[in-house]
């Protein structure tokens, strides 16, 4: 590719923040601080570390295959077509509940309208969740969404590039004025006991549950236009760990600005589990008289979420279609439409899919933690894939890597599973039984159309598989903050996670691929030509 149409290492971080920065923002505060009070603080940190943890798992692989798409064929690369197509897959699940959450986003933010004329809107939402208006609502604007993707890919840049500095500009206004107009820092308690009202495991329940995790996934972005970058050898990294920083920098503020902004009177009545805001900023900004700030976050609880949404449309899409080029999924799924060049087929499947998730998962939350446990199983593979090349693949280029990583990928591998135990039963069984439906279409065209060694693929395979049935009987037989039976109470079941996470670990780089995936091998090939 020329390199004048390259992208620059400033456009990949504003495309990541462009991403980063959506529907969590506007709820993913007033979500916490309900859930942990004052200590909703230490969940964005801990989300944070999470994920960039994982983002430089991934950062050592996109430098050694800048490719576009790359997250999506990392697995197959150390493990097959197999673990490569349930990773794929699980992300794919992710990128298509992206979709009605940013549609809920907008309509619960319609919901709490305060103008007189939009008395209508109050009926979108009851008890948390979406009402039968509010989901056709919903399903209109996933149409929409989806429509302005269905003709030209200049469309979709030229409406999201239009509302990127918006997005980013917003948060910041917001947290500037609430420090200015209302801080109370008796809000923030006087001792660990009133900093945490509601225990440390409140900290990891708002990590998954009020969206904290989900509202930093958009990191892959930079990777995964690896193949785009202007010197990806140095802008790979660059990109993930600036926008990365600003965003976690952003939402921590957000959530101090939050906390301290509650009027001391509302708490000492009703204590943070209840303060319930439909639309948490708004609702404060309208407490505090904000008025100018009110009309600019209810516009933009309406106009982001739709840039979103349609860029994930683009995205979900791309993703499925790009399954269907290893011949595990139907081939049409992968057609482009001739004049536009884009996925439509795709498109429909992802719609109505979509629309079936949102019929089940009726609130921005619920649907913010299958988003979180789908991509969590996802990513994964980030540790082990990194491993395991080092393993199997030691002469192969590597732009990227760290002495730490040894010790520092199996960290990162309990921190996931961690973290999709966060995700709550039973919504960690819901979104894994999804997943694995996945499996049987697998092998009904491998036998089709590949007919190759099932027995190898399911050794490499494996280790994955007992590892989902492990995560949902610990999910089941956990803590009771975390949705279980409590029969596992906390903090074992967090020590139990770590152990047996470390043994499934050790038995997936063990159960890696005898030699690395040719494919592999021609894309990292081209770094060489790329040298600054």
């Not at 923030?188 to 990590?207: C, L, N, Q, W």
């Not at 957000?254 to 708490?267: C, H, N, R, S, T």
């Not at 990928?409 to 135990?421: D, E, G």
Request: a positive charge.
């Amino acid at each position: 590719m020329n390199k004048g149409h390259k992208i620059s290492l400033f456009s990949a971080i504003m495309l990541a923040l462009n991403s980063l920065i959506g529907s969590g923002w506007l709820f993913g505060s007033g979500s916490a601080a309900k859930i942990a009070g004052p200590a909703a603080i230490l969940s964005w940190i801990i989300g944070a570390v999470i994920i960039i943890a994982i983002a430089l798992t991934y950062v050592e692989l996109g430098t050694m295959f800048p490719e576009s798409g790359g997250m999506s064929k990392y697995a197959q690369y150390s493990h097959g077509p197999m673990l490569g197509f349930i990773a794929a897959w699980a992300n794919w699940i992710s990128l298509v509940t992206l979709v009605p959450m940013e549609a809920v986003a907008a309509v619960q933010y319609m919901s709490s309208w305060p103008w007189k004329w939009a008395n209508w809107t109050h009926h979108f939402m009851q008890d948390g969740n979406i009402t039968t208006p509010g989901l056709l609502l919903v399903f209109v604007f996933m149409i929409i969404f989806t429509l302005i993707n269905f003709w030209s890919i200049k469309i979709m840049t030229h409406f999201t590039n239009l509302i990127s500095v918006f997005k980013v500009l917003l948060p910041t206004i917001t947290i500037i004025m609430l420090f200015a107009s209302s801080f109370h820092p008796t809000n923030f308690g006087h001792d660990v006991k009133t900093f945490m009202p509601y225990g440390s495991r409140a900290i990891f329940e708002a990590a998954s549950g009020a969206g904290i995790i989900m509202s930093y996934d958009a990191f892959q972005t930079v990777i995964n236009i690896g193949g785009e970058l202007k010197n990806p050898r140095k802008n790979i990294i660059r990109g993930v760990l600036i926008s990365m920083f600003a965003t976690a920098a952003i939402y921590i503020l957000l959530q101090v600005a939050f906390i301290g902004a509650v009027d001391p009177a509302m708490l000492a009545k009703n204590s943070w589990h209840g303060i319930d805001f439909a639309s948490p900023f708004a609702d404060i900004a309208i407490l505090l008289g904000i008025n100018w700030l009110v009309i600019l976050l209810y516009m933009d609880a309406f106009v982001s979420p739709f840039g979103t949404g349609v860029a994930f449309v683009a995205t979900a899409s791309r993703a499925l279609a790009a399954m269907t080029y290893t011949k595990h999924l139907p081939a049409w799924l992968g057609r482009l439409n001739r004049r536009y060049l884009v996925p439509r087929f795709a498109m429909i499947a992802d719609l109505i899919l979509a629309m079936i998730l949102v019929s089940v998962f009726r609130n921005w939350n619920l649907l913010a933690t299958v988003i979180t446990c789908a991509t969590l199983i996802a990513y994964l593979t980030g540790p082990v894939t990194t491993i395991t090349l080092r393993k199997i693949a030691p002469d192969l280029e590597r732009p990227y890597k760290p002495n730490y990583m040894r010790w520092f990928a199996p960290l990162t591998f309990v921190l996931t599973s961690l973290a999709i135990y966060w995700t709550m039963w039973p919504t960690t069984i819901q979104v894994i039984l999804v997943i694995l439906v996945g499996i049987p279409i697998y092998f009904y065209y491998e036998v089709k159309y590949q007919k190759k060694d099932f027995k190898s693929q399911f050794k490499h395979a494996a280790w994955l598989l007992g590892y989902l049935v492990f995560i949902s009987i610990m999910s089941y037989c956990g803590s009771d903050g975390f949705g279980g039976q409590n029969w596992i109470k906390y903090p074992w079941d967090f020590l139990l996670i770590a152990i047996v996470s470390l043994i499934f670990y050790k038995v997936a780089i063990d159960t890696g691929l005898e030699k690395v995936d040719p494919a592999a091998i021609k894309v990292n090939e081209k770094i060489k030509l790329k040298e600054d």
